[in-house]
């Protein structure tokens, strides 16, 4: 979400041109109106403004999911108004959700029966999904050690620089120090050596990344495990493993089946993905899974009963809408293990388009990698004249929306642009972009070169010139510090 701020003027009003058959007052903009106003004018008035918004199937920043079905669209606005926490009334929407959750602990090789139940829970996100997780390991971790009557009070987790903000979030909210692996050129995802490196008797797990944000590469949790394993043998630790699959959960099993990433693996202990990601539903759902009921401590279970029945209850939130939970499961039987399978592969065969056809103009470099999530993440060959950044705002004009950023420090000197095939993005779409490019870049070769502006400068007053140009880096660097708000999501 994002923090509210308010215009200096409070009393700011808000016009409509084409309600005004209904209303002939303005609205207040930043207060609740005095006075009802007929329902045609306040749909048409908030309709005018969403106009403004960007079209969402060209917003190639976001890995949500923004298409599904009309069948599945349908189901979501028939059960809009149920609310999921109320299971004595919606015993069939918990029913679905108990079927996805063993259906995703299934597809992660999860170590249960054909019979069994398997233990996780659906979520608003992979972000509260990871919050869970956080809390599960922190309580198992400092209950171990009350019991060997050693100080409790200073939880680390290892986790890579390349790290989603939730990440932070968590270790900031939870009081859990984050111990980061620093990227380094060339490699930029968590290094499995150095994490362990970092491990000590304090670190509650080590986070790794399946489909990092930055560039879509998978993290080696296989060797993570062996390297880890190694290590609490020799220090009689047992320091677990979780796996932050947001993006990459729902990709892997389908078209990288033999790579090792999850509950195959022992250590890894608990998985979050997004179901509104590359589970194909719009925004607002992810699951976490546990290995077993061993690894979700029972004191973090809640029983509530005033809704009309036993309840258990494991999440940050209370009320929540039951729309994505039964779109989750609606993808799940319509397309089956061969349909998400025939989803991905297109993705990845259009992600190898656009990169091929980004790679022929000669002027990026790739830093994606063809393993991973369907990405394309590239950077200029030369900046000297402009930036990525001015690649972006260029592409803006054509609609695109396509997220400039830098990397984490220690790698912050490399700035990108990225691009996420979802399931909507098409070959032919692939292609146009690739055609803009090609303008936007011609459009700024022609333009005057940043020599030419700094010598322009140094010819004017000198003290003018100075307050000029720490206004410019300010800028960058203030646009440098939001590469995890402002489209790396």
């Known amino acids: 979400m994002v923090v509210t701020t308010m215009a200096a003027d409070p009393g700011e ?37 969403l106009m403004l918004d960007g079209n969402p199937r060209l917003n190639l920043a976001s890995f949500v999911t923004t298409w599904m079905e009309p069948e599945c669209d349908r189901l979501v606005m028939a059960s809009i108004n149920k609310n999921y926490v109320d299971m004595d009334e919606y015993p069939v929407t918990t029913e679905l959700q108990n079927r996805c959750v063993n259906m995703i602990a299934h597809l992660f090789h999860a170590p249960i029966g054909e019979e069994e139940a398997a233990v996780g829970v659906g979520t608003v996100g992979s972000s509260e999904a990871i919050m869970l997780a956080g809390l599960a390991f922190k309580t198992k971790w400092q209950k171990k050690r009350k019991a060997q009557g050693k100080p409790f009070h200073s939880p680390n987790i290892v986790t890579g620089a390349n790290v989603q903000v939730c990440w932070e979030k968590f270790a900031r909210y939870f009081e859990v120090e984050l111990k980061e692996v620093k990227l380094r050129d060339d490699f930029y995802v968590m290094d499995p050596v150095k994490a362990v490196e970092m491990v000590d008797e304090n670190t509650i797990c080590v986070a790794t990344i399946l489909g990092s944000t930055l560039t879509g590469e998978f993290e080696d949790v296989r060797l993570l495990n062996q390297l880890l ?25 389908f078209i990288y089946p033999e790579l090792e990433w999850d509950f195959r693996l022992p250590l890894v202990k608990s998985i979050n993905v997004s179901g509104h990601k590359y589970g194909l539903v719009y925004a607002g759902v992810g699951w976490a899974i546990w290995r077993s009921k061993e690894d979700l401590p029972e004191e973090l279970i809640f029983h509530i009963n005033y809704l009309g029945s036993d309840q258990p209850t494991f999440t940050l939130n209370f009320s929540r809408g039951s729309s994505q939970i039964i779109a989750q499961y609606y993808q799940f039987i319509r397309l089956g293990f061969e349909g998400y399978r025939n989803v991905i592969e297109n993705c990845m065969k259009n992600t190898r388009a656009l990169r091929d056809g980004i790679a022929g103009t000669g002027r990026f470099t790739i830093l994606s990698k063809d393993v991973g999530v369907p990405v394309v993440a590239f950077s200029l060959v030369d900046a000297g004249k402009y930036t990525v950044f001015d690649v972006s705002e260029s592409l803006r004009r054509f609609g695109w929306i396509v997220p400039a950023y830098t990397m984490p420090p220690a790698a912050g000197h490399i ?18 972009l690739v055609s803009h490019l090609c303008k936007v870049l011609a459009e700024l070769d022609a333009l005057p070169g940043r020599t030419a502006a700094a010598a322009h400068l140094a010819a004017a007053d000198a003290g003018k010139a100075a307050a000029e140009e720490e206004e410019i880096a300010t800028f960058w660097r203030r646009l440098a510090d939001r590469r995890k708000t402002s489209g790396v999501c």
């Open 415 to 432: 700035a990108v642009l990225r691009v996420v095939i979802r399931e909507d993005f098409s070959r032919g779409l692939a292609e146009r």
């Open 13 to 49: 009003s808000l016009y409509s041109t084409f309600a005004s058959r209904y209303v002939q007052t303005p609205l207040p903009r930043f207060k609740m109106p005095e006075t009802a106003i007929p329902r045609e004018a306040a749909f048409q008035i908030i309709s005018d403004e």
């Open 229 to 253: 394993s190694d290590k609490n043998k020799e220090t009689g630790w047992d320091t677990p493993i979780h796996v932050d699959a947001a993006s990459g959960g729902f990709i892997a099993p």
